[in-house]
């Protein structure tokens, strides 16, 4: 077995990367002393495994981490495009078991991709694609060298190619990138993952120095390459913390975009801060130390075998360092990991929780591909969560093709809905009870507005969403369980910070629709802290009381009433007023009933 000391890489969900910590010397030696010899087999996609169908989800974004539309996705040969909200889904894709491939294609951008060891779950990933920045010129039949802001360049002999293999004449225009290891965006920049056949045809994890994506124009917009027997000098940075770590040889890789790996073809050499090397053809081009390595799947659930997902999982090697990926729908997480090494794994919760893991946890060594199982201890801090819900179309179908992201703090969790309901679980703080949610309908290229809602441990049924663009505002309600009601017009909301009815500041929010269907809601409210939760109020004249009630409209009485209310969100005027309400009662009559509501109007004073 091969160890190489290397330094950290950020690589996205799904794929456990090297760290360089100390020096870059092979150990072609087994912990034993003794010489192992490897079974390489005779065609590399054997490594991959059988072929299976599995769930993507994924978000493609530019270098300023905005969405971009229009993006096409290929996955073996099912293809999407990704909507505004650059989101794409493709299920039942045909992957293999230790390697799937997906590739990303805009006008105006080089190709984007990532490879990744599927999970049992939903895969999600994300794609940051690099626009086609022109960094300079040179001309067929003259020698020239175009060279980058940060040094990165590359020499040409004149000579190109189209891609029918005929001879090109005219200028050339270069555009290129280098991908720096101490750029945290370079996990979400790099094609596929780092995964690779050597010169022997093994497979191989890499570490990366550095990385320069190469793309040749012509004048016409025509892709262009090297021919036979050309050459390129390709000159890559090495950043000032690596330098004291790196080789003073390293292999090139090549990344092989119809099969969605890199492979090994030549060498470099450092010079100064710069590694040199010399290529044939033009794609992204890497140095890399390889190791060998497993692929080791994680499930972490609670002390009831509940699977936990959305979770960090992190796995740190004394030799390579520490990298990780988020759990899955199914609580499971999947990558590469250093072979024959103890391992330490550490599961954390959410950014907005603080830093503390939930779970330290020495595992390992492994030598073959490997499932493992955590429990994660209860925890009086963290707060188990499920949030479900009804996703409608703005016809009142069910969605079939869409999505719900839940944003809480400054994470965002999707869920895929292909039967007009979700449920997505969290791990809350115990001091952070609030949260938004957003439908998309992703056949119908409609999604709902933001709506902020409080979690009502340990289960918030949010009742139904519709995605319709153009409504930007709501009340909806339903009563035994029957129909939704909505209203969507004639709504008028407001906020006095001195109510000339009621002892403390108040909400006073009605509604009508042509059915002659109304609603009318106001609250009294805490001071000075307006959001939270509140009882019905008690009519019971006493300065300090607080609460809401719905009772003109609807036939509910003062009796029994045990509907509570959520006051997530109270924006100044033309903002919104977010309440959720929910809980049993007795109408005039002395009737028993149950309610479920969301209240998402705009302020009007």
């Known amino acids: 077995m091969k160890r190489i000391k290397n330094y950290p890489n950020l690589i996205f969900i799904l794929l456990f990367s090297l760290l360089m910590t100390t020096s870059c010397e092979q150990d072609d030696s087994n912990s034993g002393g003794e010489q192992q010899q490897e079974d390489i087999p005779n065609s590399f996609s054997e490594y991959f495994g059988n072929q299976i169908s599995r769930d993507f989800l994924g978000t493609v974004i530019d270098k300023n981490h905005n969405p971009i539309d229009g993006v096409t996705i290929t996955i073996g040969d099912e293809t999407t495009t ?6 794409f889904i493709i299920n039942d894709a045909t992957v293999n078991e230790r390697f799937g491939y997906i590739k990303a294609e805009k006008v105006g951008y080089i190709h984007g991709s990532r490879s990744v060891v599927p999970s049992n779950g939903t895969n999600k990933v994300t794609i940051m694609l690099l626009e086609e920045t022109v960094v300079g010129s040179v ?32 200028s050339v225009d270069v555009i290129m990138h280098h991908l720096d290891p101490a750029d945290t965006d370079m996990d979400m920049q790099m094609p596929g993952m780092l995964y690779a056949q050597n010169e022997d045809g093994a497979e191989r994890m890499l570490q990366t120095l550095g990385m320069l994506a190469v793309e040749l124009r012509g ?10 027997g050309s050459a390129s000098e390709i000159k890559i940075p090495v950043d000032p913390s690596l330098m004291g770590m790196a080789p003073a040889t390293i292999p090139l890789w090549y990344f092989d975009e119809a099969n969605g790996y890199w492979k090994e073809e030549g060498t470099a050499t450092l010079q100064g801060n710069m590694y040199v090397g010399t290529v044939s053809h033009f794609s992204f081009w890497n140095c890399d130390i390889p190791a060998e390595a497993i692929t080791l799947c994680v499930t972490a659930t609670d002390e009831n075998n509940n699977t936990l997902n959305n979770l960090y999982v992190t796995i740190t090697s004394a030799t390579f360092g520490t990298r990780g990926g988020y759990s899955d729908d199914n609580g499971e997480v999947c990558g590469f990991v250093p072979s024959g090494e103890s391992l330490e794994l550490k599961v954390y919760g959410y950014d907005i929780c603080g830093e503390s893991p939930l779970l330290i946890q020495t595992i390992g060594p ?27 179309t703005c016809n009142g179908d069910p969605v079939t093709d869409g999505y719900v992201q839940l944003t809480y703090g400054n994470q965002t ?12 679980d969290v791990l809350r703080c115990s001091d952070t009870n609030t949260f938004t949610i957003k439908g998309n309908d992703y056949t119908n290229l409609q999604s709902t507005n933001d709506i902020s809602y409080t979690f009502t441990t340990p289960l918030t049924d949010i009742g139904t969403i519709s995605a319709c663009n153009t409504v930007t505002e709501f009340i909806q309600f339903a009563i035994d369980g029957a129909d939704t009601v909505f209203l969507l017009d004639n709504i008028s909301a407001s906020f006095y910070a001195e109510s000339p009815n009621f002892p403390g500041p108040t909400i006073d929010i009605f509604a009508s629709s042509d059915q002659t269907e109304c609603f009318y809601m106001y609250g009294v409210l805490n001071e000075p802290d307006y959001l939270g939760t509140y009882d019905s109020y008690a009519f019971n004249g006493e300065t300090g009381d607080t609460g809401f009630f719905i009772g003109e409209c609807l036939s509910v009485s003062n009796e029994n009433n045990n509907i509570s209310y959520s006051l997530s969100a109270l924006g100044e005027v033309g903002e919104y007023i977010d309440i959720n309400f929910s809980g049993s009662y007795e109408d005039w009559d002395g009737n028993p009933h149950t309610i479920t509501g969301v209240v998402h109007v705009l302020r009007d004073n």
């Open 82 to 87: 990704t909507d505004n909200n650059g989101v």
């Open 139 to 170: 001309s067929s039949g003259s020698s020239g060298t175009v060279t980058a802001s940060d040094g990165s360049s590359v020499s040409f002999d004149g000579n190109f190619i189209k891609e029918d293999g005929s001879a090109y004449e005219g």
């Open 219 to 228: 004048a016409g917009g025509e892709d262009l390459n090297l021919p036979d």
């Open 366 to 392: 492994f030598t073959t591909d490997t499932n493992i199982g955590v429990v994660i201890p209860d925890n009086s801090d963290i707060i188990t969560e499920v949030v479900t819900g009804i996703f409608n």
């Open 413 to 424: 969790f999707t869920d895929v809905v292909s039967n007009g309901t979700f449920e997505i």
